[in-house]
């Protein structure tokens, strides 16, 4: 019998989000005394200043309490699409950065990101001390010595599927160039998930008094880096743009010693060199921009041909690879899968499909320009009678970024 309805169309069933979104998630923890509406220790997503506000985290805050605060979140959001969702965690004055990242289930750190969900791309870390600052190598003793354990915060997060960058406020910056420490060759440290903003907004600075004054706007960093694709360079002139003529935002970088760049001019291209992140004047353009995306490791290159994180585009390239990856194989585990009887390993057409899973999340990312390339090489060999253990190896191409132009210029006769 015929339907009376004539014809039927059914909803389809809503398939996996293939846009692979929430690289934008970010997380900033920033020294300071409760809020209205949130407590100390307490994580708290917002998504706009005007949350913020609602929480009691506004100018009058930080004006009252003699800190740097909103200043950050609204940097954060000044930079980043309206909407992003931005976890905040308010932790006692002179808690102090090693405590923040202390290896233990203390750390603040582990409590954000585990409160979070495990969503937080990106995390950034401002102090607000009531003590004078101790200056080791140019930087504060605190900032130092929470650089390896921001790596090693980092490391705990990737075990536990979490990764992030990890962006420290390096405030106070004091010294020369050429004597402070050179973040790309610490001693016996390794710290290539980890980055330091010495840049400060001059005029805002200016306006503050004391110990502030000396402060990093890594909320700026943070805001910039959810703005940007995770192939994308923070620093890149031609997208992230740091001034706002009309608020008056931006408009003379300084570094965290509250001196303007043009007074300390000589020493910029040496802080390059050596992987501080700050805000930056182009002669011939418009604005500042930050001046790279360094990380506090050195630039590595293997036989092989492996490059390592020395970038936090890279770096962030890196690690949302592999959460995709862990979402497309994780419904494969403890599956049954044919083996060849003589062998007990993987017959070509079981290869060949494991190997499509991994394909397939490197063509979308390549689509959305994260990548070049990506290859997944499933081991055949793997036993997965006894051990049950599948070996598959990635490989990506990363995008390249220029760094800086070269050429050379002539007057001719004729062409």
């Known amino acids: ?8 169309i059914s909803r389809g069933v809503q398939g996996a989000n293939v846009l692979a979104g929430g690289d934008e998630k970010s997380g900033i923890i920033i020294e300071a005394v409760a809020a209205s509406g949130l407590a100390l220790d307490t994580v708290k997503a917002i998504y706009s200043v005007a949350d913020a506000k609602l929480l009691g985290i506004d100018e009058a805050f ?23 969702e931005l976890f905040v965690m308010l932790v006692a004055q002179d808690t102090g950065m090693e405590a923040i990242f202390i290896a233990d289930n203390t750390s603040k750190a582990r409590k954000m990101i585990i409160d979070a969900n495990g969503v937080i791309r990106q995390i950034a870390v401002a102090v607000n001390p009531t003590v004078a600052d101790v200056i080791v190598d140019g930087l504060t003793d605190d900032c130092q010595a929470a650089i390896p354990l921001a790596q090693s915060f980092y490391e705990w997060a990737y075990e536990n599927y ?7 406020e390096g405030r106070a910056y004091a010294g020369t160039a050429s004597s402070v420490q050179d973040l790309r060759a610490i001693t016996n440290v390794v710290a290539y ?14 306006n503050l008094s004391g110990q502030q004054q000396k402060y990093a706007d890594v909320g700026t960093m943070l805001g910039v880096t959810a703005l940007a694709t995770v192939s994308q360079n923070i620093g890149e002139n031609e997208s992230f743009n740091l001034t706002d003529g009309n608020k008056s935002i931006w408009l003379i970088p300084a570094l965290s010693n509250h001196i303007t760049n043009k007074a300390q001019f000589s020493d910029l291209q040496t802080l390059e060199n050596k992987g501080y992140i700050f805000g930056l004047e182009y002669t011939g353009l418009a604005g500042v921009r930050l001046n790279n995306d360094h990380v506090c490791a050195p630039i590595v290159i293997d036989s092989e041909g492996n490059i390592n994180e020395h ?4 770096g962030r390239t890196h690690d949302k690879a592999v959460r995709l990856l862990r979402t497309a194989y994780l419904p494969k585990v403890k599956t049954t899968q044919p083996v060849v009887p003589e062998t007990g390993y993987l017959p070509a057409g079981v290869v060949k499909y494991f190997d499509a899973i991994g394909d397939d999340v490197f ?11 990506g290859k997944a090489t499933t081991d055949p060999t793997s036993d997965l009678i006894v051990a049950k253990i599948l070996k598959v190896g990635f490989a990506i191409v990363p995008y390249g970024t220029v760094g800086e132009i070269q050429g050379s210029i002539n007057l001719k006769k004729s062409v």
């Open 311 to 314: 970038t936090i585009a890279y």
């Open 62 to 84: 930080d004006s009252d309490n003699d800190i740097v605060a909103f200043r950050h979140i609204s940097e954060f959001y000044r930079n980043a699409k309206p909407g992003t």
């Open 1 to 8: 019998m015929a339907n009376l309805g004539g014809v039927d």
């Open 162 to 168: 979490m990764p992030c960058q990890v962006f420290l």
């Open 193 to 206: 998930k980890v980055s330091v903003n010495i840049g400060q907004d001059w005029n805002y600075a200016e």
């Open 363 to 373: 063509a979308r990312m390549a689509t959305r320009g994260e990548i070049t390339y």
